[in-house]
């Protein structure tokens, strides 16, 4: 595989856990009653479609094409979190718990992306600036649930 097309690949992943991410949001300041909460999960759902942009203007920048919706296993989740906040006598609480699963699975997948020192500086420096802002709203969110709980 050509340089350019590992990198994009490696930027494809990241996209498509955006677009899962973004779409989560929006369930879950669907889902939940707190105009606190609606509005927090709505500015989350927006920073990942702005990582998304992000994420689409590098890999075109690459001469690749970037994929276009979230994965199976993005949707998956989703509904799990709808059916697990019909069936949760605490749904606000049972949503943070789910949102901050997702998070940290992302961190993780920033994380081993970054790892690799294999990127261009400026992308590395985006995926940096992006790792870091998933990782402070994991830690709003478990603000959040702590005052949720």
């Known amino acids: 595989m050509k340089y350019t097309e590992e990198i994009s690949s ?4 990241l996209l498509v856990k955006n677009y899962d991410a973004e779409k989560g949001y929006l369930n879950a300041a669907e889902n939940v009653e707190s105009p606190t909460l609606k509005i927090f999960f709505k500015r989350r759902a927006s920073e990942r479609s702005e990582f998304a942009k992000n994420l689409r203007t590098e890999i075109l920048r ?11 296993k993005g949707a998956m989740h989703r509904n799990w979190m709808s059916l697990k906040s019909l069936f949760s006598s605490n749904d ?3 949503i943070l718990q789910e949102a901050i699963r997702g998070e940290e699975a992302s961190l993780e997948e920033y994380n081993e992306i970054l790892k690799e020192k294999t ?4 992308i590395d420096s985006m ?23």
């Open 10 to 13: 490696k930027l494809n992943e």
């Open 62 to 72: 690459y001469g690749q094409i970037p994929e276009d919706s979230g994965s199976f």
């Open 92 to 94: 606000e609480e049972a």
């Open 119 to 122: 990127l261009p500086p400026t």
């Open 127 to 149: 995926l940096l600036k992006q790792r870091n802002e998933i990782q402070a709203a994991i830690n709003l969110e478990k603000v959040h649930e702590e005052l949720v709980s």
